[in-house]
């Protein structure tokens, strides 16, 4: 069944082609012999190892020029894509493809490579290789490629694409891999670019946009997708003990970027907001996959798992991955939990030279040594650090090892998961989380029609499962075929009704009517996630727009709307907005008598992204602009795109006896806003003036933002760079672009690089604020400031492991009780801790069953990175002009009831709401740790520790 879980009107994604390099010609670097021998001559950086390891250079030029990813084989020969050094498109790609497949081999044995052999040239971009019964396969746009040396002359003679479909642009966001499964089978990545995947017969597997993972028996066949999302660009993966597929993935999430680590599971598809279009044709199983880790903006590359690392924790594995952009390697310590895995993150190594990209990393099984790969710093149109491709700075090949030699025991590998159905359905009833994982893809593939398995899937959607459990049994139960009609007329437990509708495949048109009379009885129920599942199934419908909408006319005839149903009407109208059925019942909402039925539909044109407009609703926003001029009005007046209000909103703008807030939101309604004369200098005065609300500065800073400027507004603007917090920051970054002058670039960077909050934007959004401008300018004027703020906070990260074992070998519990009670630190005035404290912030009465001295020490020192969910702070303005800085605590009938800064609550009567904005920086501020000695902050986190 396919459920739209959100507005399916993302801005369409596509794979357009980059503009051509105007450098057309490969480097002289790039250009070399078929073999090359001798020694590599390297010194090595400046780097940050823990105790007991050392770094070698093991292969550099001219052995290698720009090493990407690569495999080692079974006799400990390495071989690497290579690529020469020039950023082509995919035509020029095509035309003349220009990198190659390098074997590099080690002839006198003494742990460096000394013989590079070109095994394979005219390749496009390989990413990735793996060696399987004497053949190398390689993922290089368009495919995988089959490479075989059948003379054993170090060249591959024998050429074959065994899947292809996979299109590109020579970004690097494409093909990557493979990587050999335990099972057999071949795996690999590819990114957001479309493809269009067939099976050797020509049947077709599956053509969309969406990202995913791949793949295929050894001889190209039974191709088929494991798991397939809307981020940007899956990497790689590796396998666990159990063959668990974890990788890494960039752009999972993209306001703000976020680059992750994923537990693929079969058969998810995993979202993104602003890119859903990429997965519209695929079913879906929830509506938040769950995400194991997310490093922030890193541009996350190689991965592998280190299964020589030497641990006492025997259930851990170490999963180590690379850094693009931060020249990091990171040892993420896994271990389960439910079914899937907690990760830790250890920094492992820190090179000290920006023009190094780590692009892949491998364990030699033979000694247990990490080879670590560096493509230098020619590429620069997928995710560097830098605007400028740098091909003459070449790349390198490292080798990280233990100073005291190991014996690696080979490990074999794992039995494939039981493939056997009935053995599946006993482990069905295992204790262990990762057992039922593997017994459900196992029932997920079996042929549909087994009534046994039918229902041991219809007894666990009654089930308290971990989200990823729950995903594979909504799967399974899909591919089973597993719900009936029947099933769902006679389920009475929302939670298992909720996985029946997500998981229902119907047999018939019939079956699927029945289907949606039980989910429109379910569109008002008090259960909330019953009611999104029943509302996602039901506009996924061809015909909701007349069923469902007549269901709901009968709603609005009466006086009063439950808020259950409200939400229905809100979700249901959101989402099919373009529809006659769904615009009818907005224009009786907006004459309705209920204000809070009115307040809805002003919600639901304020949220909206279509352009949608309809005539009927006009006269009736006309009214409430004259009578009720509040924010959510001029909100839905801004989306409907029309000068009819032009004049009253000028007037309401002019009027110097509204709030500044008020007048603000009026003029930015306006459908063209040219801000000029007496307008300038009044949005200009707010973000200058200090005494200014955050609301109201906010406000003023998306207007500009979105406002045409010239060169002299821009250059007036400069100044306040200097001074914008984090949320005004990133609103305004975006008119550095409205002028490719060098004057105002100069003038905007090196007041932003005076602005101590530099770091709160990622490194990318600067990168891209300033991409018309000449390089230098990010160079030498931001990037300087930049790394130095990343640097700072860098070291303080650095310190989380150190102070989390001092807190195990000395924290004193009772000594950290008594300094809460004093109010060490401040924590006692946000956090309760029994019956002491200040309930602003998260209880910690309980904190340590399920946070670690680590995860304690984090959210002190970085309290924003790890925001509880729902203690978000919210900025709170009403209509008559005053603003409550406080964390929303619940949603009443009569207001918010928000919990300020002062510790006090108060209700907020829904119609005096002017806006809501929430930060996204924590209330409890940064620097904690610099208010208390060392010895009383390890105190501290030993007793919190101790709190279960």
Known sequence: MRLPFFLLLAVPVIAADLPPDKGGTIPESGMRPVVISGKSSLALPKHDLPEGYQLEVVAASPLVTHPIMGCLDDKGRLFIGDAVGVNWNKAQLEANPP????????????????????FADKMTFPQGACWLNGSLYVGSPPGIWKLTDTDNDGVADQREMIVGGFDYTGNAADIHGPFLHPNGRLYWCHGRKGHKVVQKDGSLVDESLACGIWSCKPDGSDVAWHSLGCGDNPVEV??????????????????PRG?????????????????????SHLPRTLETMPVMYNFGHVAVSGCCFWKGYPTKNTSAQQFMVTHFNTQRLVRMELTPSGSTYKAVENEFLKLYNPDIHLTDVMEDPRDGSLILLDTGGWFRIGCPSSLMAKSDLLGAVYRIKSVKPQVVAPKPLVIEYPGDLKQALVDLQSADAHTRLHALAVVARAPHGDSAAKSALLKLMNEKLDPSLEHAVIYAGEKQKAVNVQALKDCTEPMALRRMLQGFNAESAADQDAALEVAMKALDSSDADLAAAALAFAVSQPDADSKAAAQMNAWLDGVRLTPHRLKALSGFCSMLVMKPGAQSLITKMLVHASPEVRGTAIGILAVQTTGAINEAWLPALDKLLAEAPAPAVFDAIKKLKTPRFDAALQAIANDTKRPLAIRLKALDAAKSVKLTGETFTMVKGVLADAASSSAAKIQAAGMIASAPLAKPQLLELAPLFATLGP?????????VRKSKELEVGRAL?????????????????YRTAFSDQPPEIFETILLPAYNAAVAASEAKKRQLGPLADKVVASGNAEKGKKNFEMGKGTCIACHKIGSAGRPIGPDLSHIGAIRTERDLLESILF???????????????????????GVIKSHTAEGLLVVDIAGQEKTIAHQTIAGDTTLTTSLMPQGLDQTMPEADLLDLVAWLRTLK
Do not use: C, M
Not at 238 to 255: A, E, K, M, P
Not at 260 to 278: C, F, M, N, P
């Open 99 to 118: 990198n190659r497949v390098l074997l590099l081999e080690d002839t006198d044995k003494d742990g460096s490579y000394d013989k590079s052999t070109v």
């Open 259 to 279: 680059d992750t680590i994923i537990h693929w599971l079969y058969g998810g598809v995993y979202e993104r907001s602003d890119q859903l279009k990429a997965i």
């Open 238 to 255: 590796d396998f666990t003990r159990d063959g668990d597929i974890i990788g890494v993935q960039n752009l999972y999430y993209s306001q």
């Open 749 to 765: 960077a090196t007041e932003i690089a005076k602005n101590p909050v530099i770091a709160s934007q990622q490194e990318s959004v």
């Open 727 to 735: 949320v005004e920051l990133k609103a305004l970054l975006g008119i």
């Open 863 to 885: 309290p924003s990175n790890t925001l509880a969910r729902d203690y978000e702070a919210h900025i709170i303005e009403t209509s008559d002009g005053q603003q409550t800085l």
